[in-house]
């Protein structure tokens, strides 16, 4: 069972930076790909970035490559976004996922999700 929290979220100019949290409340000890997606005014949900359990790969949506990073953290299921020079099109809410499927970039896999943290980019 995987019981997924997100945290870091808040208000910030374009061009800065926030970093965001998911961390399993849950008791399982297996090893979860993890994924960030998010969901912009008026839009559907969309993927953002993955990564598998091991750590060792990684997904980026083209939208955030090269502006976005997810790491995963020392604690089991836990995941991190850092996000960089962040721009208004970048408003969603965004939501921690997990899944234990092979595949790892599509909406489809994910089985587990957090309940979401708001990011607000002003211009």
């Known amino acids: 069972q995987v019981r997924l929290v997100e945290s870091g979220g808040g208000l910030v100019q374009a061009g800065g930076s926030l970093t965001l949290t998911c961390a399993d409340s849950g008791p399982t000890a297996f090893q979860y790909a993890l994924a960030w997606f998010r969901q912009a005014p008026g839009k559907e949900r969309e993927f953002a970035a993955s990564i598998s359990g091991s750590g060792r790969t990684t997904y980026y949506a083209p939208s955030v490559e090269g502006r976005f990073i997810i790491v995963r953290g020392n604690a089991a299921n836990t995941a991190y976004l850092h996000m960089n020079v962040l721009q208004p099109d970048d408003t969603a809410v965004y939501y921690c996922?997990?899944?234990?499927?092979?595949?790892?970039?599509?909406?489809?896999?994910?089985?587990?999700w957090g309940q979401g943290t708001q990011v607000t980019v002003s211009s």
């Open positions: 996922a997990a899944t234990a499927r092979a595949q790892i970039d599509s909406e489809g896999t994910y089985d587990y």
